[in-house]
């Protein structure tokens, strides 16, 4: 079962797909450089060994990325969905942000910090507050129920993965390019034979990777992501709020109906 789990959406596209663009010209050169006309011990082993690089590259870059979460988080000030929900945070507009911690309070039996109750003490608000986004985090699992706060775990789940894997990434990507510099120069330099052609294709992808690891992926993009889905994930309040007037709305319509005529 859990090897079924691993195929699930999120797992796919937040785990898996860093993995791949990870092992992007490693990929691209075991596809290209191995001769596939004939099946032979080196393509069955190529041909078994992928799955479980991806795999173990999926694991570790998942690893990474919840180590680089928290200190990041630290770095920049804490956890959005904890910090959003602050006074001095104008993110989400003061109005809604009472109804929302009303409406937890409520859930949670627990009491609103007032505002002089938390700028006396921050730490005993946002205790309150990590509660709050706990009692979201476990209503919000169905992800048809909620889909923009699903695509926005997703990002943030594929960028702050990618992120852990970033420097194994261009470690291995140094070594593909160093292996096409042997193969090239064991052929006199010679881009026009079959073999030169498909390692330019290799060094092609190669730089294009190093592009886009090195430009692309960074702690802004992973915290971008992370505010977007804290603020997602809060703003999630207004679907529960709507449900129980929409209740009462129908019950007094019910009623209305039911009622004799004055």
């Known amino acids: 079962m859990e090897v079924l789990k691993f195929f699930d959406a999120y797992s796919i596209r937040a785990r898996m ?5 990870a092992a992007a010209p490693a990929l691209a050169a075991l596809t290209l450089l191995i001769s596939w006309k004939t099946f032979g011990l080196s393509n069955a082993i190529t041909t078994l060994g992928i799955p479980v690089l991806l795999w173990a590259i999926a694991d570790f870059s998942r690893a990474r990325g919840r180590a680089i979460e928290g200190k990041l988080h630290a770095e920049r000030g804490g956890l959005p969905s904890i910090t959003m929900f602050r006074r001095n945070d104008s993110t989400i507009d003061a109005g809604s942000k009472d109804r929302y911690r009303a409406f937890l309070a409520g859930e949670l039996g627990a009491a609103v910090p007032s505002q ?5 003490d921050q730490a005993a608000a946002d205790a309150f507050y990590i509660q709050c986004g706990n009692w979201l985090r476990q209503h ?15 990002t943030y789940g594929f960028r702050r993965n990618l992120l852990g894997v970033k420097a194994m990434a261009l470690v291995l990507n140094l070594l593909v390019v160093a292996i096409c510099a042997v193969i090239v120069w064991q052929t006199s330099w010679n881009f026009g034979t079959p073999l030169g052609n498909k390692t330019t294709v290799v060094l092609v992808v190669a730089a294009a990777h190093a592009v886009y690891m090195l430009l692309a992926v960074n702690p802004n993009a992973v915290w971008d992501a992370s505010r977007a889905y804290g ?4 703003l999630c309040c207004e679907s529960f709020l709507t449900k129980s007037p929409a209740r009462k709305t ?3 319509k019910s009623a209305a109906k039911a009622a004799p005529p004055a």
């Open 17 to 21: 797909f860093p993995a791949i663009i």
């Open 116 to 120: 002089a109750e938390e700028s006396a």
């Open 140 to 154: 919000t699992r169905d992800t048809k129920k909620f889909p923009i706060l699903f695509g926005e775990n997703i």
């Open 231 to 234: 603020r997602e994930l809060i």
């Open 250 to 252: 129908a019950a007094r």
